[in-house]
């Protein structure tokens, strides 16, 4: 199947530093992205959608100016925590579309998810 | 977004066969539903999806009535690495946002 990736996979970073994850496609193009964040013991909350070439969407409650999202190409979408404090402290992980995957609503492919600590 | 409900937990021991039932009444004419199994610190895995009747994969079995409006996930002869977080999904062509519910924390005993 097809293969997203995320770099890095852990990153400890001290309160009031910005930190970006990258998320990239390996063998196909995605248009559309999705950022989500899970907490130990909880399931996986969606943040935003992250359009190639466009604004991402950002769900409800999710702040924006706090989490950038940068769609620059069919196969790199990038999330940077600015101003992280310990609160942001959580398990970040991106998905991708590869269209004509499975059809329907077809099969969202996640990349293994990047573990931040803020001290 | 149609909600999904499944059970928080559910227990098994290895060589059984585990169902777990998702409910999704308000499932549309659009939607897909599919399933996801998680390990910790690891992003979600796609096991199967389907939107109605059944399908069959090498790992599983997905069940669904002519409402559509729950499914059942079926995982013949459970072994110990199949201990993890599944979680039933319903989503839009139209849109791609898959919702995550809360899930379905699997143990498998020896």
């Known amino acids: 199947g097809a293969v997203v990736s995320q770099h890095p996979s852990w990153v400890i970073c001290k309160s009031g530093t910005s930190v970006k994850i990258e998320c990239r496609s390996l063998d196909f193009q995605a248009t559309t992205m999705f950022w989500y964040r899970q907490f130990p013991k909880q399931s996986l909350m969606l943040m935003a959608t992250s359009n190639e070439g466009s604004k991402a969407t950002y769900e409800q409650g999710v702040e924006k100016d706090k989490f950038l999202i940068n769609h620059a190409s069919l196969t790199l979408s990038t999330l940077t925590v600015t101003s992280a404090h310990p609160e942001d402290s959580s398990f970040y992980i991106c998905?991708?579309?590869?269209?004509?995957?499975?059809?329907?609503?077809?099969?969202?492919?996640f990349g293994p998810g990047t573990r931040l600590t803020v001290l | 977004l149609a909600k999904t409900t499944q059970p928080i937990s559910m227990d098994s021991y290895e060589g059984q066969e585990v169902n777990i039932t998702c409910s999704h009444n308000?499932?549309?004419?659009?939607?897909?539903i599919t399933w996801y199994q998680q390990f910790p610190s690891q992003g979600p895995r796609f096991i199967i999806q389907?939107?109605?009747t059944k399908v069959t994969n090498e790992v599983a079995s997905l069940f669904i009535p002519a409402d559509r409006k729950s499914s059942t996930l079926s995982l013949p002869r459970v072994s110990l690495s199949d201990t993890a977080v599944y979680y039933c999904?319903?989503?839009?062509?139209?849109?791609?946002?898959?919702?995550f519910g809360t899930g379905t924390r699997l143990q498998v005993f020896p």
């Open positions: 389907g939107y109605k």
């Open positions: 998905s991708a579309r590869s269209w004509g995957a499975r059809g329907g609503s077809g099969e969202q492919f």
């Open positions: 308000n499932i549309a004419t659009n939607d897909y």
């Open positions: 999904l319903v989503g839009d062509s139209n849109t791609d946002k898959l919702i």
